[in-house]
């Protein structure tokens, strides 16, 4: 892959070559964009997921600011199960966690 010192060199580039393809090699690349977008949050969330286990008692902050806490029950594919003393079961994505 060439490598770029300046990055308006790089999209300047990248911007003529996108001017030259037809809709349909258009329509290719952005599905290929979108696949890798997709595979580099999937490995993001494998990489954070694997830090934690089943019975774990893990921390986070809730949308209004306040710490909760509460132990793992469950790893789903995109969140971890928690279940808390007092407020239920949450499902919270495992970057906002910690041990």
Excluded: H
Aim: aromatic share 10%; charged share 25%; hydrophobic share 35%.
């Amino acid at each position: 892959m060439q490598q770029f010192n300046d990055p308006k060199d790089a999209a300047r580039k990248f911007e003529a070559l996108i001017n030259e393809l037809t809709y349909d090699e258009l329509i290719m690349i952005n599905r290929m964009s979108a696949d890798r977008i997709r595979l580099m949050q999937k490995a993001g969330s494998l990489y954070f997921m694997a830090k934690f286990n089943v019975g774990d008692t893990v921390y986070w902050k809730g949308n209004d600011g306040t710490q909760r806490s509460g132990q793992i029950v469950r790893l789903n594919q995109k969140t971890a199960t928690i279940k808390t003393k007092d407020q239920g079961q949450w499902n919270v994505s495992p970057q906002l966690l910690s041990k």
